[in-house]
């Protein structure tokens, strides 16, 4: 009886313990859910602005230089897009868009938009083709533009960073450069001094998370490295020189509006009743969405993900360098966790629609995304990119509405939402994928170079008559 009696005791404390382990289980999983409602748009209505936009607000497109000027040689992209492979069709970005040498024209497709609003970036090696070296004339085609910009009441925001090095600096280094954050810096002062008081927004740098994980991870752009310690080094780099940009722009122009622009994915587990899928997707979520703006609150350059050197380095600098959050949004992934992934993490596509390129459409993931940014560092926010590949361009007007629904649903939870830029103003070279994928409101002819209103622009011009330019 002793024997069956302590069985018995056993197995009650088993069944005690599993019924505890079940219900911890099943807490821990609707923390999770709770932690981040989930979001589903029933319909979008044809006016997506379910209240009036704030006066003031901002509805615009974005470019970048190197993926829409044409004739930019000296950079890092221009040596690697002319090997072998490293392109999608094997096309060099060349040309491109000719936007340099068609200014204006764009800039009255602008108006003809109805936006007044523009962000686009300098092209750092034609401004220093070589160290120490300015080349004025570059510099005054930059100021021309925006005084085009302000002539068309169009807001201008500019960018400094988005994505390409000059030759000079890769040569040492680039991001990883010991004194990167000391040239950025001489770069950023002399903008701000080039442009002066006609710009009043500035984006430091474009998704400094996608810049070190493609090419420092991945390897699938410049410099094509595979390497966790330097992606590291990169990452740290881009942060002390957004800092260090951000502080010489203020000093030159103490009413400047300084930001950096970041890619964020909603990252959701693939089996939500999976505790491991949460927990990966959790991690992918905390290394790739959070980490530069936590430095920035933090005042640390602060760097902690699986596999990665970690980085925790203080830099008071931080502390006050980005008056808003600029949100790059273009996807959703669903997340497996998975012991044969690089990180545990598997990514996969989500469920709904796709663009040309593969990606999920999900207008809900903006709305969710801009909550959790202010929910975590109270920051003024611009989306500052959103856009789809779409070809025949028959995507585009749902996409933007639907959207401009998202943002509108912000503003009315009183989510301080001050602008929405679209990717992009024209078809344009999307890095390794060459130019295949086309995102422009105006589709461009890359034979004859012509600009042709697509579905989405008529949509853009009907949904900024009811943002009202302001």
């Not at 450069?177 to 740098?205: H, I, K, M, N, P």
């Not at 030159?252 to 009743?273: T, Y």
């Not at 596999?307 to 497996?336: C, H, K, Q, T, W």
């Not at 589709?443 to 008559?465: C, K, M, N, S, W």
């Amino acid at each position: 009886m002793g024997r069956q009696s302590r069985w018995r005791r056993v197995r009650r404390m088993g069944a005690v313990l599993g019924a505890g382990l079940v219900v911890a289980y099943a807490v821990t999983l609707a923390g999770f859910e709770l932690a981040e409602p989930s979001v589903v748009f029933d319909s979008i209505p044809e006016n997506p602005f379910v209240s009036p936009m704030p006066p003031g607000f901002l509805w615009g497109t974005a470019t970048s230089a190197h993926q829409v000027e044409g004739g930019n040689t000296l950079n890092d992209w221009a040596r690697f897009e002319v090997v072998p492979g490293n392109i999608r069709g094997g096309r060099a970005s060349g040309v491109a868009s000719d936007h340099w040498n068609r200014v204006a024209e764009d800039v009255d497709l602008l108006s003809v938009l109805g936006a007044n609003a523009y962000r686009f970036s300098i092209e750092w090696s034609r401004v220093e083709p070589r160290e120490d070296e300015w080349d004025g004339a570059a510099w005054d085609h930059y100021r021309e533009e925006v005084a085009l910009l302000r002539e068309a009441g169009v807001t201008p925001m500019v960018t400094l960073l988005h994505f390409t090095l000059p030759g000079w600096l890769a040569d040492r280094g680039g991001l990883t450069a010991a004194d990167f954050a000391d040239r950025f810096e001489r770069y950023a002062r002399e903008a701000a001094r080039r442009l002066g008081s006609e710009v009043s927004l500035w984006c430091t740098v474009n998704e400094p998370n996608v810049q070190m994980y493609q090419g420092y991870v991945e390897g699938v752009w410049p410099p094509g490295f595979r390497d966790t310690e330097q992606a590291s080094i990169a990452f740290a780099g881009l942060v002390r020189g957004h800092a260090r940009a951000s502080m010489a722009i203020k000093d030159v122009n103490p009413q400047a509006r300084v930001g950096a622009a970041v890619n964020l994915i909603v990252f959701d587990p693939q089996r939500r009743w999976w505790l491991p899928d949460w927990i990966a997707a959790r991690e992918a979520d905390r290394g790739f969405n959070w980490a530069f703006y936590d430095s920035v609150k933090r005042g640390a350059i602060t760097f902690h993900l699986a596999g990665f050197p970690e980085i925790d380095e203080p830099m008071p600098a931080l502390e006050g360098s980005a008056d808003f959050f600029g949100v790059n949004y273009y996807r959703r992934n669903m997340v497996r966790f998975s012991p044969k992934a690089p990180g545990l993490v598997e990514l996969l596509q989500g469920p709904g629609p796709l663009s040309d390129s593969g990606v999920e459409i999900y207008p809900e993931g903006l709305l969710r995304l801009v909550r959790r940014v202010w929910d975590r560092y109270g920051l003024p926010i611009i989306v500052t990119e959103n856009g789809v590949s779409d070809s025949s361009g028959d995507l585009r007007p749902d996409f933007l509405r639907s959207h401009g629904y998202a943002v509108s649903r912000a503003l009315e939870e009183g989510i301080p939402i001050e602008g929405y830029f679209h990717w992009s103003l024209l078809d344009n070279f999307e890095w390794s994928e060459g130019f295949g994928p086309r995102f422009g409101l105006y589709q461009v002819d890359y034979e004859t170079l012509e600009r042709i209103p697509g579905p989405g622009a008529g949509e853009f011009h009907r949904l900024a008559q009811l943002v009202g330019r302001q």
